[in-house]
């Protein structure tokens, strides 16, 4: 595996570094953190941005190799995070452009990389904890809708959403993992109540979503009725596999600004902390290889991540936890000041090892699919 750029890769990178130094100055000032609408406007305006100098077409036109130099060259910038836009852009997007019709990704696509439209998540259930495959949300056929009863916890960006890709059973006599069909919802549909979740960090991009006989046309069906599951491994093959590239970038940032505040308060001469400092070097230059390896092979296997991308998450969640205990340490007693940086980073760390598949879930993949080891009873 050659991970060096082409002469055209690096064309592109240096095309970008140009355009990126020349844009960001230019950007109006960020929103605060709880203010999703406002946050929406501004994630959508650096898409639109982003649209109109060509460069939008990254996430799914592109190799895996140009889009993962898209997201190294913008986090080392500075440059704003999708945001609101995550869904569509690296779970949503990605799967209609592999699994919808054409007259799905002509309708869908272009509002994505325009900064149009926002989507949401709608996967995680009250009762189904880390099991996905035991949702119960209810959809059956009726004339060329499908009808949907049940109700979905933890949706990313739900209040602000224009759509959602929405996983539902339709046969539920099926085999869990046989019975499922996903669906693109638009969320402006009667009968969907959307109830904010704040979080410990006071921030609300999570919600309820409660769903009382709601008709979404069948048309909005990406895939076969009950190959919804096969359709969902695509979707978080994209989540897993290169949809945290540029925050192992943004990763090796903070562990630079770390050693800085700690040479400036003292804490660099604990000799433990410098250990652990360089431990964490060393692991996300590791993840950033396997990235770029996870890369390479989603390109050679037509663009679809495989399941190596479960052996970067679990690695990548638990050294996100460990990189903002450490900054933690380096800050003492500023650790408790919702106001420093890093501390939220470290509430919202604590999630990483559940968001996009639990650890305990990523372990079984490992186990199963690439060990080959038996299904645990």
């Given amino acids: 595996m050659d ?12 095309r970008l570094r140009e355009w990126l130094a020349k844009e960001l100055p230019a950007l109006p000032g960020k929103p605060p953190p709880d203010d999703w609408p406002a946050r929406r406007a501004y994630d959508l305006g650096w ?3 982003l649209h109109d100098a060509g460069y939008a077409h990254v996430h799914w036109d592109a ?4 889009r993962l130099i898209f997201l190294e060259e913008t986090e080392r910038a500075g440059a704003p995070y999708v945001g609101a836009g995550f869904v569509g852009l690296l779970h949503a997007g990605p799967t209609i452009a592999a699994e919808g019709t054409e007259a799905q990704r002509e309708r869908w696509l272009p509002p994505i990389l325009r900064g149009e439209e926002v989507w949401c998540q709608g996967f995680s259930e009250p009762g189904a904890g880390s099991d996905l495959a035991a949702l119960r949300t209810r959809a059956w056929r009726d004339g060329d809708d499908y009808v949907v009863s049940g109700s979905k916890i933890w949706t990313s960006h739900a209040e602000v959403a224009d759509w959602c890709e929405l996983l539902v059973r339709t046969d539920p006599d099926a085999p869990k993992h046989r019975g499922i069909t996903w669906l693109a919802l638009p969320m ?6 959307v109830r904010p979740l704040r979080t410990l960090a006071g921030s609300a ?14 048309a909005h069906r990406v895939g076969a009725e009950n190959d919804g599951w096969r359709v969902t491994m695509v979707t978080l093959s994209f989540e897993r596999g290169t949809a945290f590239a540029g925050e192992v970038v943004a990763c090796r940032r903070v562990l630079g600004e770390l050693a800085r505040e700690a040479r400036a308060n003292g804490r660099w001469d604990d000799p433990a902390l410098r250990r652990r400092l360089g431990a964490l070097n060393a692991r996300f230059r590791a993840l950033w290889r396997l990235t770029q390896w996870n890369v390479s092979a989603a390109e050679a296997s037509g663009g679809v991540p495989g399941v190596s991308g479960s052996v970067f998450k679990l690695s990548y969640s638990h050294a996100r936890q460990e990189l903002y205990d450490t900054a933690a340490d380096v800050l003492g007693d500023a650790a408790l000041d919702l106001g420093r940086p890093w501390v939220l980073d470290r509430l919202s760390s604590l999630s990483y090892t559940i968001a996009a598949g639990t650890s305990q879930i990523q372990r079984n993949i490992v186990g199963e699919r690439i060990l080959g080891l038996p299904k645990g009873r």
């Fill in 3 to 14: 991970l060096a750029d082409t002469p055209e890769e690096a064309e592109f990178r240096a």
């Fill in 47 to 49: 898409q639109r941005r």
């Fill in 63 to 66: 190799s895996p190799t140009v």
């Fill in 188 to 193: 402006d549909t009667p009968g969907v109540t």
């Fill in 205 to 218: 991009e999570f919600a309820e979503v409660f769903l009382d006989e709601v008709r979404v046309p069948a």
